[in-house]
């Protein structure tokens, strides 16, 4: 009913000569994949990532999008420059956005409703930090965080977003929320995304990632939870092999 999507985010690594070559190594080992099979690369390896994945089941995102159509944003980026690129998807409101950037609910919002308008699929990102968990409130963050995102988008575009849920304690850590912790905080999301729609929209429409440690070892354990339709993934996605691991556990 909702197909599967792995998206690598490869963060701040990968120049051009690396994205050719992982593009290259990788996209044999996933050209079968039966879920939806995404790249986020560094804006300088947009380009090399389009090119590279021309005639592949491969789809490339960009990490962030400013909101403005053009202006005085220095060192910002518009959905249009990202358009004319040939990408596709974009990740938005990334917990390493939110924690060193001043991300807030408010331009999460802001870059989605930009992105969508030129387009673009997004990957909006929500999750609670290790204090928030400890302090019992995840389920009042992710709500907000969920509720103040999505404000204003129309249920048309449902099909356009994806949500990746990742608790920040367990980003690069190692640390893998339990399938079970996984499955429970993306079903609140989803019965958040009921409320905010409807109900057969975030059965049938609302696809909800897991992210945080997500690799090859714990993926198939991950993606048969219920309630989790993919992953967005750090580290492991660096990897072709490792990767592809992911992408097949992703059906
Ligand atoms: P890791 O898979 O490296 O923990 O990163 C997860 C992440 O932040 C993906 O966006």
């Given at each position: 009913m909702r197909k599967p999507i792995i998206a690598g985010n490869w963060k701040m690594n990968n120049n051009v000569a690396a994205t050719k070559a992982l593009v290259a190594d990788l996209a044999p080992l996933v050209?079968?994949?039966?879920?939806?099979?995404?790249?986020?690369?560094?804006?300088?390896?947009?380009?090399?990532a389009v090119e590279a994945t021309k005639g592949t089941n491969i789809k490339v995102g960009a990490?962030?999008?400013?909101?403005?159509?053009?202006?005085?944003?220095?060192?910002?980026?518009?959905?249009?420059?990202?358009?004319?690129?040939?990408?596709?998807?974009?990740?938005v409101g990334h917990s390493e956005r939110r924690q060193y950037f001043g991300e807030t609910d408010a331009t999460v919002n802001a870059r989605?409703?930009?992105?969508?308008?030129?387009?673009?699929?997004?990957?909006?990102?929500?999750?609670?930090?290790?204090?928030?968990?400890?302090?019992?409130?995840?389920?009042?963050?992710v709500r907000r965080q969920t509720?103040?995102?999505?404000?204003?988008?129309?249920?048309?575009?449902?099909?356009?977003?994806?949500?990746?849920?990742?608790?920040?304690?367990?980003?690069g850590t190692g640390k893998t929320a339990t399938a079970q912790e996984a499955n429970d905080t993306i079903k609140v999301i989803r019965d958040c995304m009921a409320e905010l729609y409807c109900d057969k929209c975030a059965e049938e429409r609302?696809?909800?990632?897991?992210?945080?440690?997500?690799?090859?070892?714990?993926?198939?354990?991950?993606?048969?939870?219920?309630?989790?339709?993919?992953?967005?993934?750090?580290?492991?996605?660096?990897?072709?092999?490792?990767?592809?691991?992911?992408?097949?556990?992703?059906?």
């Open positions: 050209k079968d994949a039966t879920c939806d099979v995404v790249i986020c690369t560094p804006y300088t390896s947009l380009a090399a990490e962030n999008v400013h909101w403005a159509e053009k202006g005085a944003f220095t060192g910002e980026i518009s959905a249009d420059m990202l358009v004319e690129l040939g990408v596709e998807y974009v990740i989605t409703k930009a992105a969508l308008a030129k387009g673009l699929k997004v990957i909006l990102c929500v999750g609670e930090t290790l204090e928030e968990r400890e302090a019992g409130i995840t389920a009042e963050v509720k103040v995102g999505f404000a204003g988008i129309p249920a048309s575009e449902l099909d356009n977003v994806v949500i990746a849920y990742e608790p920040v304690w367990a980003i609302v696809r909800i990632q897991y992210g945080g440690s997500m690799n090859a070892k714990n993926a198939e354990e991950l993606m048969a939870q219920p309630q989790i339709d993919g992953g967005l993934i750090g580290g492991a996605s660096l990897k072709a092999v490792d990767f592809s691991i992911v992408v097949a556990a992703g059906k």
